[in-house]
Structures are given as C-alpha cells and as structure tokens.
C-alpha cells in the first residue's frame, strides 16, 4: 500500500479523544511511507489528519471541490492538491489515486464514503481494502448492523468481514496491509429454494 484515501469529519467530535486519533493515524501513515489522500481540507479531524501527516514528514494530498475550495476551505500545506467538479468527482478521484481506504469516526459523509468503497469491492469493481478506526467505539453500532444484514439474509459473512474494525492505527494498518478479497458471490440465494 504505498497510499490510502482516508475519510472522515469536517468536524472534531465531542471528545478530544477524536483528533488525537486523526494525529495518531496522520503520523503513522507518515512512518509507514504511505501517502494520505483525503478530501482537501483543514476543517475539523480532516485538518488535524492532514497537519499530523504532514508535520511527521509524510505526503497529503487533497481533493477538494469547486464549490468548497471557492469558500476557502483548502489546507494551506498540502503535498498536492486537486480541485474537482462535485462530490462524486471527488470521491471517484480518492478512489482512483488510494489503494484501501480508512474511515475515522465522521458524520453522514464519511459513512458513505466508506459504504460505497465497500460495496465497489463487494461488487467486485475493485480490489482495496477499507477499514474503521473504531475511535470509543464509534463503529461499533456499525458492526452490530453489519451483523444483523447478514442474520437477516442481506449480507453474506464475507462480506461483513471485508470491512476491517480496529480501534488502533497501526493495527489497523497491518491488518488492512494483510487484507485479500473475499472469493464469494455477492448474491444470496432465495430463502427455501
């Protein structure tokens, strides 16, 4: 993995809990060599990511849009930056330049963001790993959703497990770096046939 699309709040949380846990996986993205892209700004955990990873010695590349970059909301330092059309430009351009994916804890945004990267690997459109940092156990409910499609027939086990849930950086890393995807059908077959 030489870069990662990391996405996450233009927020900071209730806790300071939250951007210590941006800084701590800026800086070991930085240690590890691998190039954070992100979505360009300096608001809230995504400003303090970009500032670890950069202020570590590491790479940080931005994708912005039009309409965010015209109210002044780029990071001032980045590596690169890149200002695109709409949102969806933007996360196709995340996509394109990372090889797995992360989500720190974030708000309507960032739990798309990771859904579709999941379901593009799913779905077989792409090979890369995606990841949680379970920050106070932010995922977890996630999880227990997770859980509950595939009790209720809509998500297969492999899939479910594709989504890799850690509440340590570095671990995290290492298990996203370890990662293959699941060699099953995303279809389930009819209940009794």
């Not at 979505?39 to 570590?56: E, F, H, P, S, W």
């Amino acid at each position: 993995m030489s870069s990662i699309a990391v996405f996450c709040g233009s927020n900071f949380g209730s806790s300071p809990v939250y951007a210590d846990a941006a800084r701590a996986l800026g800086q070991a993205l930085a240690q590890r060599g691998i190039r954070l892209i992100y979505g360009g700004t300096n608001k809230g955990l995504m400003g303090v990511l970009a500032d670890a990873t950069l202020a570590a010695g590491g790479d940080a590349v931005g994708i912005i849009n039009r309409r965010l970059h015209a109210r002044g909301h780029l990071h001032p330092a980045l590596t690169e930056h890149e200002v695109v059309e709409h949102m969806r430009a933007r996360k196709a351009r995340m996509a394109e330049l990372a090889d797995a994916f992360i989500a720190l804890p974030g708000g309507l945004g960032t739990l798309e963001e990771l859904f579709e990267a999941a379901t593009l690997t799913q779905l077989g459109d792409q090979a890369k790993a995606c990841g949680a940092l379970s920050v106070r156990g932010f995922y977890a409910p996630m999880r227990a959703m997770l859980d509950h499609a595939v009790a209720e027939g809509f998500l297969k086990p492999e899939h479910r497990d594709m989504v890799v849930i850690d509440d340590a950086p570095d671990r995290l890393l290492d298990a996203l770096q370890a990662w293959q995807p699941p060699q099953v059908s995303k279809w389930i077959g009819q209940p009794g046939a």
